[in-house]
């Protein structure tokens, strides 16, 4: 089946810690997306990455970093840095050039 | 910046209504629109994505797209309570930029 997986579904990281959030993809998409989601509120943009080896900012880039090696892949890393980290966290694909997006089922991140 | 706006809601409307829901973007450079339902707890799935000017249909949901206006709306037709869900519109802008942007949700219940 061809699709969206993130992974863990659930993540719990401790204080000071470094955590990564897996995103993979088998739609053969050159885009890739991150969003951040909190209670109540929208979806506001993390990284994204247009082709492989490739990628920028968005609106909430601090204590974030990506890495796109491989057109499917496309893992976020929250770092101690960030100091809010707890949230819904979003992956998202789309064939590029202002296609449609599709999502994962989405990781969420507490810290205890 | 690049922003969407929507109307924050909640909407309530009753069984068999028509529900319209609205949105405004500020960035002319903006050429593909989608809407998208995430029921709580939930990753986004997209309803539907319009690219040109006037109205575009699909079942029992119609979205308008007003470029002059910047303006694009989803109607639901013959609203079911199934339909009770938050509703998030995006834009992708071309250009260097490329990004994804989605507007804050708008909550609607339908009420049987």
């Known amino acids: 089946d061809g699709g969206i997986t993130q992974s863990p579904k659930y993540l719990f990281r401790k204080e000071g810690q470094n955590v990564t959030l897996s995103c993979e993809q088998n739609l053969n998409h050159d885009a890739m997306y991150w969003y951040r989601q909190d209670p109540g509120q929208g979806l506001r943009l993390i990284y994204y990455s247009q082709i492989v080896n490739d990628f920028q900012k968005g609106d909430i880039a601090e204590g974030y970093s990506v890495s796109r090696e491989k057109k499917e892949s496309f893992p976020l890393t929250v770092t101690s840095a960030q100091k809010n980290p707890t949230a819904f966290y979003l992956c998202?694909?789309?064939?590029?050039?202002?296609?449609?997006?599709?999502f994962g089922q989405g990781t969420r991140l507490t810290v205890v | 910046q690049k922003e969407v706006e929507q109307n924050s809601g909640p909407l309530s409307v009753p069984e068999g209504a028509i529900a319209s829901l609205n949105c405004t973007y500020s960035?002319?450079?903006?050429?593909?629109f989608f809407w998208y339902r995430q029921y709580s707890g939930k990753s986004p799935e997209l309803i539907m994505f319009?690219?040109?000017?006037g109205d575009k249909e699909d079942g029992r949901f119609t979205a308008q797209l007003n470029k002059a206006s910047q303006y694009v709306s989803l109607l639901i037709r013959d609203s079911q309570p199934s339909d009770s869900a938050t509703y998030l519109c995006a834009d992708f802008l071309s250009g260097s930029a490329r990004q994804l942007t989605f507007g804050s949700g708008t909550q609607l219940t339908v009420l049987p």
């Open positions: 960035d002319r450079g903006s050429q593909s």
């Open positions: 998202a694909s789309s064939m590029g050039g202002g296609t449609e997006a599709f």
């Open positions: 319009i690219y040109s000017n």
